[in-house]
């Protein structure tokens, strides 16, 4: 078979996004589906469901790169999230995604600002005092 791996997110979703350019473009879906198969590289029942998708929702999102991020959280706060995660169907990364997208843009460059956290945890903190408040 072509390609004996499964597409990452971006590649399903650069896939799924190629469909709908074929689809956007009039092209019939059987076509759409032997066009993709050919240019992926992929078999044309793959290329069939990357078009049926395309079909569905129409173009989707290409996730950026992600990175680790560990937070400390109270108990109730991360069952709450866990929660709220498992009825949407979701994962806990791309919940706690959403939620800081949503702050204000005064908001999160607060979020933003809390780079020197680092920096003051490893005594080089260039702001003034330190970074210590009312010592």
Do not use: K
């Amino acid at each position: 078979m072509p390609g004996d791996r499964r597409a990452g997110a971006a590649e399903y979703a650069a896939h799924v996004n190629a469909a709908a350019g074929l689809l956007e473009a009039g092209v019939p879906a059987a076509e759409a589906a032997r066009v993709l198969a050919g240019r992926l590289g992929c078999s044309q029942r793959q290329a069939r469901r990357y078009v049926a998708r395309a079909a569905e929702s129409g173009r989707v999102e290409v996730p950026g790169e992600a990175a680790v991020f560990t937070v400390r959280l109270p108990v109730r706060l991360a069952a709450a999230v866990r929660e709220h995660a498992r009825a949407s169907g979701r994962t806990i990364s791309s919940v706690a995604a959403q939620a800081l997208d949503l702050l204000p843009p005064w908001r999160r460059r607060i979020v933003g600002g809390l780079r020197h956290l680092g920096a003051a945890a490893a005594g080089q903190d260039r702001r003034p005092g330190g970074g210590r408040r009312g010592r």
